[in-house]
């Protein structure tokens, strides 16, 4: 069976990792699925359910973050997404923190339906974490601090790693 992309966000295709059977995690990369994310008091918001990419450039674009069960009341409504550059790895343990994500943002912040990725979507995600909104071009949208990438993996990631995920070796 043929997996589902995720529609568009402006000529941007963005899927699922686990949806790219023939890719994986590159070498050098934390597989953070399933790791805690916490806010920038140190409170679990949830975790990482699924990684966001952008097939064409081999980069992870957002964690989708599953909730706490507290967090909403509804259960289609317990997944939000989190651009790559505003997470950042624990030195040391299994943990992603957001600083920006708050008892006070989560109230504000647009849920997450598989497939339904528009570039209102990402503004209104940007808007609940108090982030600038990059122009709306379909080629500079992610050339902004909220998608780097780097800052996200920090010294966990070693320096020559090129890509976020990579095809399969066979």
């Known amino acids: 069976m043929e997996p589902t992309p995720i529609p568009s966000a402006q000529g941007m295709h963005l899927r699922r990792l686990r949806d790219l059977t023939e890719y994986e995690?590159?070498?050098g990369n934390p597989d953070v699925r399933g790791w805690a994310v916490r806010g920038g008091d140190g409170r679990q918001f949830g975790i990482v359910s699924e990684?966001?990419?952008e097939e064409q450039t081999l980069k992870v674009r957002?964690?989708?973050v599953e909730l706490d069960?507290?967090?909403r009341s509804n259960e289609q409504e317990r997944h939000i997404l989190v651009p790559i550059g505003v997470a950042a790895l624990d030195e040391d343990g299994d943990n992603l923190f957001v600083p920006s994500l708050t008892l006070d943002s989560v109230p504000e912040y647009p849920p997450y339906q598989e497939f339904q990725i528009s570039r209102?979507?990402?503004q209104a995600m940007l808007r609940a974490l108090r982030l600038q909104l990059p122009e709306n071009t379909t080629d500079t949208f992610y050339e902004q601090p909220s998608f780097d990438e780097h800052s996200f993996y920090?010294?966990?990631r070693?320096?020559?790693t090129p890509a976020s995920f990579r095809r399969?070796?066979?």
Request: charged share 35%; net charge negative.
């Open 69 to 71: 069960a507290s967090l």
């Open 51 to 53: 990684l966001i990419v």
């Open 154 to 156: 920090g010294n966990r």
């Open 168 to 170: 399969r070796l066979e």
């Open 158 to 160: 070693t320096a020559d």
């Open 120 to 122: 209102e979507y990402e």
């Open 62 to 64: 957002y964690l989708d």
């Open 25 to 27: 995690v590159a070498d």
